[in-house]
């Protein structure tokens, strides 16, 4: 019987998947009884295999995540926000009395309720926008008080984690600019714990029943409002080269294409010198005509050039008059903000190695006044005479010099 049962579990292992451990342990199993057995009632058999490929898990290989697109990106870059913010409740005094045994009038012994949490706006340098924020956030609220003096847990803080350059406003006034790494907001205050009756114990009052309930926390309506922190930032119509300019000068790697507004969020790339100085260069995202009265991509963006010490704007050398995009974009500017076009700016002529791109610079410098930067975004041609020029206009901007009127246009 046993002769039969192994070779009819090596028959089954070859079409049934099977475990493949308990047929092995029956294998042993009965390989060891066989071994008492005489040489004749053992038959020869075949080593069972336990790596037939009909049977074995194929191994899956995860594909890496695919990167997102620009598209993509857009639906996850928020720069507005409106959330409400709720403090944690105070938890509720507590009415007791001691009794133990032998000890009938122990007093009041009820405790303090605790305190509600604080909600707290935090700037956190790995948060890029504001997309993660949700509509209400609201504090936990501090347990109530207990018997044998015991308070309340006070609540725990709920943070709001925000990306640098965030304004808090209430109403439209602005409550603080987050401009520094770690630096932290108290929104709404928690409710403070309510008092138990231990607190009302006097010489006229031996046994006290009043009790305080917990207050409730903070209520508030806050408007939070992104702006990019750079810098310098490039100004230009679409498909002016900003993108490709923003690639040349940094490691930043906004999308480039052939077509308008390619680039439909901000992004801030930045150049590193010799001596270790950093300066920010941010690419906004083309302005169109009539941009101050929110077409196009509107105040939303323009909002990011408000921040940007020296601006640089960025012409494009195959329009026919390039000229006219430099007053549209100072007329756009000013519209929205007066003192923009005081700013310290290079005038950044874009598109250089284009066939009809000398005669058109000579053009633009009988047209523009100032210093013009003549630049290839696609060849690299004058890129480090850009880079010297706005370390220059950076240096004499921050000193408060007027060494560099020749590149700044004051």
């Known amino acids: 019987v046993a002769v039969q049962l192994l070779s009819r579990l090596r028959a089954l292992s070859d079409r049934v998947p099977l475990c493949q451990a308990i047929i092995c342990q029956s294998v042993h199993h009965f390989q060891c009884s066989f071994s008492s057995l005489p040489a004749p009632f053992v038959s020869h058999h075949r080593s069972l295999s336990t790596d037939i490929p009909l049977y074995a898990k194929q191994k899956t290989y995860t594909k890496r995540k695919r990167e997102l697109s620009e598209k993509n990106l857009t639906r996850y870059f928020v720069d507005h926000r409106k959330v409400k913010v709720v403090g944690g409740a105070g938890g509720d005094g507590a009415c007791c009395f001691h009794s133990e045994p032998r000890k009938q009038f122990g007093g009041p012994d009820g405790g303090d309720g ?3 949490g604080h909600v707290i706006i935090k700037v956190d340098p790995c948060v890029k926008s504001l997309a993660s924020i949700v509509p209400l956030y ?3 609220d501090g347990r109530r008080g207990r018997s044998s003096n015991c308070y309340g847990r006070g609540g725990e803080n709920v943070f709001i984690k925000v990306p640098i350059g965030t304004l808090v406003k209430e ?3 602005v409550l603080v600019d987050l401009s520094t790494s770690g630096e932290e907001f108290v929104a709404v205050h928690g409710g403070i714990g309510g008092k138990g009756n231990r607190f009302f114990l006097s010489n006229e009052n031996r046994a006290p029943v009043t009790t305080i309930p917990g207050e409730p926390g903070e209520e508030r309506l806050l408007q939070l409002e992104l702006k990019t922190m750079a810098h310098a930032g490039m100004v230009g119509f679409p498909n002016a080269g900003k993108s490709s300019l923003l690639r040349l000068l940094s490691n930043a790697r906004p999308a480039v294409a052939a077509y308008p507004f390619t680039t439909l969020n901000p992004h801030v790339g930045v150049i590193n010198y010799q001596d270790y100085e950093q300066i920010a260069v941010a690419d906004i995202p083309g302005i169109i005509q009539g941009a101050h009265q929110n077409r196009g991509l509107g105040l939303s963006f323009l909002r990011h050039i408000e921040r940007c010490r020296i601006l640089l704007y960025v012409l494009d050398l195959a329009h026919p008059e390039p000229w006219t995009q430099m007053r549209s974009l100072q007329y756009e500017l000013s519209q929205f903000d007066e003192n923009l076009t005081r700013r310290p700016h290079i005038i950044v002529a874009n598109k250089i190695d284009l066939p009809d791109a000398r005669k ?3 053009s633009l410098q009988q047209k523009v006044s100032g210093k013009i930067i003549a630049v290839s975004a696609l ?6 005479e850009l880079i010297v020029c706005i370390r220059e ?6 000193t408060g010099t007027k060494k560099y009127e020749k590149y700044s246009g004051w």
């Not at 206009?393 to 921050?398: I, T």
């Open 379 to 384: 060849t690299g041609e004058n890129a480090e």
């Open 393 to 398: 206009l950076y240096d004499g901007q921050r």
């Open 360 to 362: 058109m610079l000579a």
């Open 171 to 173: 109403d439209g006034v």
């Open 138 to 140: 609201r504090g936990i």
């Open 114 to 116: 605790g305190n509600g």
